[in-house]
């Protein structure tokens, strides 16, 4: 069984080819772009499902969403590189990434969750996985993350740069499982979403990370209050900033501006795109009763 479900993409461009032979994994074709975003009907929808589901959603969980539903629209950016190949992703997955702190005063270790499938998935789904994930990280009693952050503590650091190429080899470009080696299957999924707007910042570019083989980063900042012109007035509104990292051996401008317009659509129109909030209401005291 493969790690990864995929299919080689052939129908490349000559730029997609020069691309391709201008970098090697990731050191480094990183592109970067920032888009603003009008938040005044997202955070509006955020606490009325809050207040009808009685669950936490997040603007971290709309961006998930938002993200599936552009990797769904725009097929050719959920993909990895292998053997100096462009192969697309039959599955779209989301990486958070999550703080541990349970490590004593002022130590603090960054760990994940990743959620699968997940244009396929409804804002409630997406809550209640994230949060039996997460919990599940947190608490430790994820047995594949625990048995992988074991064998890194075993090995020297002189040693770490080569063990991280060899494992990325094996699981990406060789794509095989690992599960019995204690590696989890496709532990990044075809997105990372990181929410710097936590702590406080607006802007912040997230690294490609060379042995994920993941081709974007999102970071998303603090939704603010800033002034903005609305009908020719000037008015008090919410904005937010998304901060996106890209790999262009895969990803170019024209798959950018497809998915930014798809990440626009569905944040600033939240109420046309994400759950009805009357469904919701349904299904959740369905699952309650």
Known sequence: MPNLELERKRDLSSFRRIAIGTWSDAYDPSVYGTLELRMDDAMRYLQEFRLKTGRRLTVSHLMARATAAALAGCPDANAVMRWNRIYLRKRIGVFFQVVMDDEGPGKVDLSGATLYDVEKKTLLEICDEFEQKVAAVRARKDPALEQTRKTFTLIPFFFLNIFMKILSFFSFTLNLDLRWAGVPKDPFGSAMITNIGTLGLDVAYVPLVPYSRVPILIATGA???????????????????????????????????????????????????????????????GTSS
């Not at 008090?236 to 895969?250: P, S, Y």
Request: aromatic share 10%; charged share 25%.
């Open 223 to 285: 939704v603010k209050d800033v002034a903005v012109v609305d009908g020719g007035a000037v008015k008090v509104g919410k904005m937010m900033t998304v901060n996106a990292t890209f790999d262009h051996r895969i990803i170019d401008g024209f798959h950018a501006a497809s998915m930014s317009k798809t990440l626009r659509a569905w944040m600033e129109r939240p109420y046309e795109h994400f759950d009805k909030l009357d469904e919701t209401w349904t299904q959740t005291a």
